[in-house]
Nanobody
Framework: QVQLVESGGGLVQAGGSLRLSCAAS????????MAWYRQAPGKQRELVAA???????NYEESVKGRLTISRDNAKNTVYLQMSSLNPEDTALYYC???????????????WGRGTQVTVSS
């Protein structure tokens, strides 16, 4: 059974930093793209940052220069380094991955359960 488990969320003051991690486990042949999404109360889930298996990245405009996505392919883990946080960053942060279980079997959008980030003013 495949799992994506996020960690690293918490409560931080405005201007502070957090590092989120998301580790994939289970019988996995390859993880393709990975991404972080977030959902604030009363809002739709939105893409924050994404990274391909080759390391190419893209970011939502409001987080550019403050959040950095990276991955360790050997550990099947993706990270989100968050700095200069502000209250608008408060949300439940979800990990998403495009996973190949074996040749011909793919989970194109697999989700973790999320980790809460709360930024106080």
């Amino acid at each position: 059974q495949v799992q994506l488990v996020e960690s690293g969320g918490g409560l931080v003051q405005a201007g502070g930093s957090l590092r989120l991690s998301c580790a994939a486990s289970g019988s996995i042949f390859r993880i393709n793209a990975m991404a972080w999404y977030r959902q604030a109360p009363g809002k739709q889930r939105e893409l924050v940052a994404a990274i391909t298996s080759d390391g190419a990245t893209n970011y939502e405009e409001s987080v550019k220069g403050r959040l950095t996505i990276s991955r360790d392919n050997a550990k099947n883990t993706v990270y989100l380094q968050m700095s200069s946080l502000n209250p608008e960053d408060t949300a439940l942060y979800y990990c998403n991955a495009d996973i190949t279980l074996r040749i011909g079997v793919r989970l194109p959008s697999y989700w973790g359960r999320g980790t809460q980030v709360t930024v106080s003013s």
